[in-house]
């Protein structure tokens, strides 16, 4: 026994092998303020089903935290308007997807009033489709491209099943769920693809995101307005 306690000691010295699993650790303070309404023990599994996905750098997990409601309607209806690109582009149906992301859960860099703060939100860089990329950090500088028209018939799509929840049009006439390329902060970069909060579901309402609102649910009465960005 004696003799096998160096060897112990040892290998518990050994430094973690390098790996290209995601810290998934999320803090109180991560949650920016809506830790009553943050999803809890809701997960999607990333590397199994029809819609799979991973971090942007990483491996896919198996308990990508989310709103409750988000993941279902998230893993229909992604591949729902992933097909409706496709079809834009003349291209066959597929039964599956793959998509590269920026992350859902909000971090400190989100406002409390982000859709990210709910876990309702995704950042979609790439969604993989049929043996294609289609890379959404391409769509503003080539507006012709493949990936671009691709993305105007997600968009168009997911635009199309907010308005059937009752959501209102934005101020500017961008579609209704998604911010693209019409906005500074996402160009070249994601596609930010959301679950907003309408009229018809659970008594909440969500603005455009033109609209810079910062008042609390208890100073606005009976609504609380989260920006969708």
């Known amino acids: 026994?004696?003799?096998?306690?160096?060897?112990?000691?040892?290998?518990v010295a050994l430094p973690p092998v390098a790996s290209h699993a995601e810290d998934l650790l999320i803090t109180d303070a991560d949650i920016v303020?809506?830790?009553?309404?943050?999803?809890?023990?809701?997960?999607?599994?990333?590397?199994?089903g029809k819609v799979t996905g991973n971090y942007?750098?990483?491996d896919c997990i198996n308990r990508r935290k989310m709103a409750e409601e988000f993941r279902p309607f998230l893993i229909k209806n992604a591949l729902k308007c992933s097909n409706a690109g496709l079809?834009?582009?003349?291209l066959a149906r597929v039964s599956s997807i793959?998509?590269?992301?920026d992350g859902v859960q909000a971090d400190s860099a989100h406002s409390r009033h982000s859709l990210h703060a709910l876990?309702?939100?995704?950042?979609?860089?790439?969604?993989r489709a049929g043996g294609r990329?289609?890379?959404?950090?391409?769509?503003s500088r080539k507006p012709n491209s493949a990936d671009r028209k691709f993305y105007?018939?997600?968009?168009?799509?997911?635009?199309?099943?907010?308005?059937?929840?009752?959501?209102?049009?934005?101020d500017s006439g961008a579609p209704v769920g998604t911010i693209g390329w019409e906005d500074s902060k996402h160009i070249n970069h994601h596609l930010h693809t959301s679950l907003p909060y309408c009229p018809s579901s659970r008594g909440y309402f969500t603005t455009s995101f033109e609209n810079d609102v910062e008042e609390d649910a208890e100073e606005t009465g009976p609504y609380v307005e989260f920006l969708d960005i």
């Open 33 to 48: 303020g809506a830790e009553t309404l943050a999803p809890t023990s809701i997960s999607w599994n990333e590397c199994s």
């Open 87 to 90: 079809e834009r582009l003349g």
């Open 1 to 11: 026994m004696k003799t096998l306690l160096p060897l112990f000691l040892a290998l």
């Open 56 to 58: 942007t750098g990483y």
């Open 119 to 127: 876990g309702r939100a995704i950042d979609i860089q790439q969604i």
């Open 98 to 101: 793959h998509i590269v992301h």
């Open 152 to 170: 105007e018939g997600f968009r168009s799509c997911w635009h199309s099943l907010m308005k059937q929840r009752g959501c209102p049009n934005r």
């Open 133 to 139: 990329s289609f890379d959404f950090r391409v769509t």
